[in-house]
């Protein structure tokens, strides 16, 4: 096929699902309304909702399509993880650093991702609220010792602030545009990317000119 | 509150989505008002006719292709691509992903390679000139979905590849109306995915561009394929339509504080809001492109947003949308979710399904659905008793916070008791209407086999119309047995005369 510059081509397009998972009020809509919007708390919003926000990123001469999926985070709504976390490339993990019992939890989903999906998904745990350094309740070196153990990439964010909330989307990024490539390798020379676009990564040829008519954003500085 | 909330919403009279043959199943428009059930059974007699009709159906396409493209053809020579190279790397894929799934890849690759081969099927000439009434029961529709898809592909290059590709897909799937719904979507969804590694790679489309192709060919296929694709009777789709829509009815007291849905329905605008998002989401089911249902689920999404930023003054979160969204599924009951929920599933186009804004929705509307299934006390912060005198239907909401359980005031309780003789012959009546339902349907279906028999038996001794020679003495008829008849002069011929 086409593509079978494999893995090296620079003229793709990437899609990323990426799921939101954590108790309520440890400030997941926060984050991305942060992110996609740069607004927090904001009264006077245009935005009519914030479960469902996508970003266009272009990274290292690539573009990503990045769609966040806010869950539903009250307790009785928990069961239905897996129908929410099904076919995403990668999850986002938050708790707030001054509640150790959203931690706890944080390590559960944990569990249940790795058990349901295996290392297919990159996972990313997130300590928010960190402006509130002096009740933190859960320690720095825990969290970083627990998400080294699982395979996670730890990051401390606070959406009031905008503090470290780039850097958490951008690693994401680059992590699910490794998997990808490693994926695609693995197919081997000039496979289809059938397989995977059934998984909702889809890598796109694009016609050259077309990379430069959308501008997306740049963050990479 | 509660009774007004309840009291108001659509008033779409159940019984007006129901089997015309009231056997209780959901009927359907594309089926005259019955049930796949029923529908199937008055159809079965016209059992062969349908492949007559698909061998008409396949000559017509063909003339309209042609017709299509008989004049915007000077580039008719180019090379088109051969579908078996986008497939064997793929099958190969496949298998090493999913070994339960590599089976039918293969069959897929065989199938795909046939099908594009296949020269346009020989009509017998009997079946052209058939006009049965069955014939004209094919919607208009699925003529316009034809028109539109070609007149859309005309402006696209490789377009005329495009439709003989899903020309000959469509045609070869009427013929596999037996399958297994899964084999059924996993050919379809191979065919999405074969096309659109296709256009990516060959016509070399950028992904939006090849995204709005594969709309237009969900339209063009899924419009014609409708029929034997939407809860086939080879599912138990119906009886999980009839399971969740008892369970809703069943759950008619839950109210919008023990969901904790945050939208006031005290206000017009919300209240507005709220009406629209169940209209929409009823309508789903009038749709026969799964694309057009997914926008059905998205356009009550919105009204679901509307409510609550009315409601809370801010951006609606998932922790909000949920809920809500539950609420709605309760209110409107929609008719057979089940089957239009995996008809979605089966048939859409994946990329929609998967990453797109409508298909978050329409994960949420599964996650509303899976929850309704679950839902017990806790979920609602009841105990389980509450929750099973509610849904035993002894007591309403608002009584229970009226009485307290302790001392009952006698009348109290025995207006308890006649609630109970209540249900208890409400049970009886249901159970006697399901009897009725049974002979009924019972009845139908021996009307028909002796029609049936009689109609073999017809067959097989036409009716001899010459009378018996020896039976003249009882014959009454004045003219009977006339011999003389050749004898009489003719009859007058009137005559012309030029004047
Ligand atoms: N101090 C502080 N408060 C935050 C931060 N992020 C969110 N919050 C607050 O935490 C509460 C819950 O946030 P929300 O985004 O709704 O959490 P969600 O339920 O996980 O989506 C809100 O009152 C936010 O204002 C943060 O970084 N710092
Ligand atoms: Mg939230
Ligand atoms: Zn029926």
Known sequence: MASGGGAGGSNKTYSFKVVLLGEGCVGKTSLVLRYCENKFNDKHITTLQASFLTKKLNITGKRVNLAIWDTAGQERFHALGPIYYRDSNGAILVYDVTDEDSFQKVKNWVKELRKMLGNDICLCIVGNKIDLEKERHVSVEEAEGYAESVGAKHYHTSAKLNKGIEELFLDLCKRMMETAQAEERAKGNGASQSSSARRGVQIVDDEPQAATAAGGCCSSG | MTHRSERRGIHVDQSELLCTKGCGFYGNVAWHGLCSKCWREENSRAGHKQIQEDHALAERLQREEEAAYASSQQGASQPQPKPQHAIAPFSKFEERKTKEKSRKVHTMSKFFTTSAKTPPKKVPAEAQSTSSPSASRRPVETDRA???????????????????????????MA???????????????????????????????????????????????????????????TTDDENKDLAIQKRIRALHWVTIEMLC??????????????????????????????????????????????????????????????????????????????????????????????????????????CAVAFIEKLDGQSLNLSAEEFD?????????????????????????Q?????????????????????????????????????????????????????????????????????????????????????
């Open chain 2, 146 to 172: 034809t028109q539109e898809f070609i007149s859309f592909l005309k402006t696209l290059k490789p377009g005329r590849e495009i439709f003989k590709q899903c020309r000959a897909f469509t045609e070869d």
């Open chain 2, 175 to 233: 013929y596999k109306r037996d399958l297994a719904a899964d084999e059924m979507s996993e050919y379809v969804q191979d065919f999405y995915q074969n096309l659109s590694d296709r256009l990516h790679t060959h016509f070399k489309g950028s992904s939006e561009r090849v995204e709005s192709v594969m709309d237009e060919v969900e339209r063009y296929m899924m419009t014609r394929l409708y029929e034997g694709t939407f809860c086939p009777e």
């Open chain 2, 261 to 366: 849905v945050p939208v006031d329905e005290n206000i017009p605008e919300v209240s507005d809001n709220v009406v629209k998002a169940i209209t929409d989401v009823i309508e789903m089911d009038s749709k026969r492109v799964p694309r057009d249902k997914l926008t059905c689920i998205t356009r009550c999404s919105k009204h679901i947003f509307n409510a609550i930023k009315t409601t809370k003054k801010e951006a609606a979160s998932a922790d909000d949308f949920l809920p809500t969204l539950i609420y709605i599924v309760l209110k409107a009951n929609p008719p057979r979710l089940q089957s239009n929920i995996q008809y979605i599933t089966r048939f859409c186009n994946p990329s929609r399904l998967m990453s797109g804004e409508d298909g978050y929705y329409f994960t949420n509307l599964c």
């Open chain 2, 389 to 413: 005198l509610y849904m035993s239907g002894q007591v309403s909401p608002e009584r229970c916070k009226a009485v307290p359980s302790s001392a009952e005031p006698a009348a109290l309780s």
């Open chain 2, 415 to 499: 207006m308890n008791k006649s609630l109970d003789l209540l249900t208890g012959l409400g049970a009886r009546q249901e159970r006697v209407m399901e009897g009725a339902r049974r002979l009924e349907s019972d009845l139908i279906d021996w009307r028909d086999g002796v029609q049936h028999k009689v109609q073999d038996v017809l067959e097989r001794f036409p009716l001899e119309t010459q009378p018996p020679p020896s039976s003249t003495a009882s014959s009454s008829a004045i003219d009977a047995d006339n011999v003389e008849n050749d004898l009489l002069p003719p009859p007058l011929q009137p005559q012309l005369f030029a004047g």
